[in-house]
């Protein structure tokens, strides 16, 4: 009966070892998640911001659309006034 009460005491202990093993994967699990959404915010203001730059970049395009016409228009009536 000796053998049987050590094979108990050394199913107990595997299984106590399962638990402790669950518990640290639990754990795991929670900060992995904790740094995935993270990760996800983190993505989202990037995206954020590309598109603040995209639509920043294209106001500038157009404002230096509207100075190249009024400079062109001026230099034009500058050609003309010479030219009278």
């Known amino acids: ?40 915010e ?9 598109v603040r730059t995209a639509t920043a970049i294209n106001d500038l395009h157009g404002t230096m659309r509207d100075i190249h016409g009024l400079l062109k228009n001026q230099l034009d009536l500058r050609k003309k006034r010479i030219k009278n």
């Open 1 to 40: 009966m000796a053998s049987d009460d050590l094979t108990v005491k050394v199913l107990v202990e595997i299984r106590d070892e399962i638990r402790d093993v669950r518990a640290e994967v639990r754990g795991t699990n929670q900060r992995l998640d904790r740094v995935e959404a993270r990760l996800d």
């Open 42 to 50: 983190q993505s989202q203001r990037i995206v954020e911001s590309e």
